[in-house]
């Protein structure tokens, strides 16, 4: 701690004080995801057209990357003017094979109230049991709240089936933390949730996130933030200043 500071800049409730009041609320998430453009956070899209996640090598996000590896490394011009812009975690969910059931396919390709259904029928042919049935229809029935599935909302959940058991699998997190992950998969993101419950030293970590922006002097991807924040997490201190 420099003696040349005012101890009330920078211990106790002076500095926390100040970080609260200069930290801007776009800053303070646990998981900090740049507006799409802001070049400082390197958040430039993929080279695929309609791609919205961040390059990480030769310009392709890590998903049209690894799509590009496996088709044997064609040419990139060629590979990208073809490229489905819909990468892995985007893509639109398996529906239930009943004619106008949203609800997400499970079992056999029925979702799991249909697959109940035809279970108690004796598991007749599938085509002529699905010819006989009136198409399903609910016009107001809620649907999966993540902005890229149209899926039909499973029960009580607000997540269709599939992405409720992904949020299962993943132990469960807070609704707004699921979201985000899943609404940022593949972008360029700042994830301060190693931190804890260690506000200031968050705070602090968030300002100089804020200070690169408004300073738009120099790049700041997230490649190059995420040892400095891991360091922090691992070394147990409260402030930067320990």
Known sequence: ?????????????????????????????????????????????CRVPGCVRQPRTRRLCRGHYWAWKKAGRPDLDAFTATADPDGLGR???TV????????????????????????????PDRSAWLAGLEPAHDPGHPVCTLSYCTLWAQGRSQFCSSHRSRWQAGGRPS????IVLC???????????????????KLELQYALQCRHDERTA??????????????AA???RSLLD
């Open 1 to 45: 701690m420099s003696d040349a500071l005012p101890d009330a800049a920078v211990t106790g409730e002076g500095l926390l004080g100040k970080l609260m009041s200069g930290v801007r609320p776009e800053f303070r998430a646990d998981i900090l995801v740049p507006a799409r453009g802001t070049l400082v956070f390197g958040t430039a899209s």
């Open 219 to 232: 790049g700041t991807p997230s490649a190059v933030a995420r040892p400095v924040i891991a360091l922090a």
């Open 91 to 93: 893509k639109e969910l």
């Open 183 to 201: 609404e940022s998969y593949g972008d360029d993101r700042f994830d301060f949730r190693a931190l804890g419950d260690r506000r200031q030293l």
């Open 96 to 123: 239930c094979i009943v004619p106008g059931c949203r609800y997400g396919g499970a079992r056999h390709g029925l979702c799991v109230r249909h697959h109940r259904f035809w279970e108690r029928a004796g598991r």
């Open 175 to 178: 609704l707004d933390e699921f």
């Open 235 to 237: 070394s147990g201190v």
